[in-house]
């Protein structure tokens, strides 16, 4: 028998925004009900500020999933996108005071739906439109990079945590070998690029620290996707801030310009030198001299 917050409970038993968004102009759905738990995240965005207006939630699964899911509406309505994108399913489950270790899947579902919800406004291609190969487990419809992100953002270890916070392997079971040797890829990346002075710190608790780099690169997002790329932050330590680079970003001359930049903005907030670093799978050059 898990133990659930007092938190959790209200949130299952008096779920907020459990509602159809009527003028929704972007919406997010992931999992199956064929799978057992499925989330349709509506939002109504203003066009022109980006600011989310109003937040809904349809949801198929056990009560996390409804507590998780009411919490998410509750955290990003009021937000901007780029203020919502930067939510955490840590940060979820935090607000809810915590979820079982078994059931962090329904943090990372809500977490997914936010993404998924902000790719349909920007007329970015869903995640759902899987590569070749990208899918790893077919029973719940999770891909590569659903994983990549979940293990890069947990700091997860094993096959279990994977189980346990992407629900990937938790049915027919027959996926676990190939979500153990895509795990096995992720670590081993990381003393890879440590040899090279690049390594991404495993993520620790959300600190002052951290919300402080979330906040300057929060700044310089809607600058960096005018330009056609991204930005995404992966880690921090008491000397190292790691984050994801993509589009425009990517490129060699790019990637140097975008992480001087963000490297300066840390020192001119933090008032003290902060080693910013790409992760090495999402650029070819990622060095800061």
């Given at each position: 028998?898990?133990?659930?917050?007092?938190?959790?409970?209200?949130?299952?038993?008096?779920?907020?925004?459990?509602?159809?968004?009527?003028?929704?102009?972007?919406?997010?759905?992931?999992?199956?009900?064929?799978?057992?738990?499925?989330?349709?995240?509506?939002?109504?965005?203003?066009?022109?500020?980006?600011?989310?207006?109003e937040a809904g939630f349809q949801?198929?699964?056990?009560?996390?999933?409804?507590?998780?899911?009411?919490?998410?509406?509750?955290?990003?309505?009021?937000?901007?996108?780029?203020?919502?994108?930067?939510?955490?399913?840590?940060?979820?489950?935090?607000?809810?005071?915590?979820?079982?270790?078994?059931?962090?899947?329904?943090?990372?579902?809500?977490?997914?739906?936010?993404?998924?919800?902000?790719?349909?406004?920007?007329?970015?291609?869903?995640?759902?439109?899987?590569?070749?190969?990208?899918?790893?487990?077919?029973?719940?419809?999770?891909?590569?990079?659903?994983?990549?992100?979940?293990?890069?953002?947990?700091?997860?270890?094993?096959?279990?945590?994977?189980?346990?916070?992407?629900?990937?392997?938790?049915?027919?079971?027959?996926?676990?070998?190939?979500?153990?040797?895509?795990?096995?890829?992720?670590?081993?990346?990381?003393?890879?690029?440590?040899?090279?002075?690049?390594?991404?710190?495993?993520?620790?608790?959300?600190?002052?620290?951290?919300?402080?780099?979330?906040?300057?690169?929060?700044?310089?997002?809607?600058?960096?996707q005018a330009d056609g790329g991204d930005m995404?932050?992966?880690?921090?330590?008491?000397?190292?801030?790691?984050?994801?680079?993509?589009?425009?970003?990517?490129?060699?001359?790019?990637?140097?310009?975008?992480?001087?930049?963000?490297?300066?903005?840390?020192?001119?907030?933090?008032?003290?030198?902060?080693?910013?670093?790409?992760?090495?799978?999402?650029?070819?050059?990622?060095?800061?001299?």
């Amino acid at each position: 028998m898990w133990n659930y917050s007092e938190k959790v409970k209200d949130h299952f038993f008096h779920p907020r925004n459990a509602k159809v968004v009527e003028q929704a102009n972007a919406i997010g759905d992931v999992g199956s009900l064929s799978c057992g738990d499925a989330l349709r995240l509506m939002l109504r965005v203003d066009p022109v500020t980006e600011i989310i207006e109003e937040a809904g939630f349809q949801t198929f699964g056990c009560g996390s999933a409804i507590a998780s899911s009411s919490a998410l509406t509750e955290l990003i309505i009021g937000r901007t996108l780029t203020e919502a994108a930067q939510l955490t399913n840590k940060q979820i489950a935090d607000y809810l005071d915590g979820l079982p270790p078994e059931k962090m899947h329904c943090s990372v579902m809500g977490q997914e739906a936010l993404r998924a919800a902000i790719a349909q406004f920007r007329g970015e291609a869903p995640d759902a439109d899987h590569e070749e190969g990208a899918l790893i487990c077919k029973c719940f419809g999770v891909d590569e990079g659903h994983i990549r992100r979940a293990v890069l953002e947990n700091g997860l270890t094993t096959l279990e945590d994977v189980v346990n916070y992407t629900k990937a392997g938790g049915g027919c079971t027959s996926c676990h070998e190939k979500i153990e040797q895509t795990l096995e890829q992720i670590l081993n990346a990381r003393p890879a690029a440590r040899a090279n002075g690049l390594a991404a710190p495993i993520p620790r608790p959300r600190d002052e620290n951290w919300l402080a780099v979330e906040e300057v690169i929060a700044g310089l997002r809607p600058h960096i996707q005018a330009d056609g790329g991204d930005m995404r932050l992966l880690g921090v330590d008491d000397k190292q801030v790691t984050v994801s680079l993509s589009g425009s970003c990517s490129g060699c001359m790019m990637t140097d310009m975008t992480l001087a930049w963000l490297q300066q903005k840390l020192i001119e907030r933090l008032g003290r030198f902060m080693h910013v670093v790409a992760d090495p799978a999402t650029v070819s050059i990622s060095e800061v001299e």
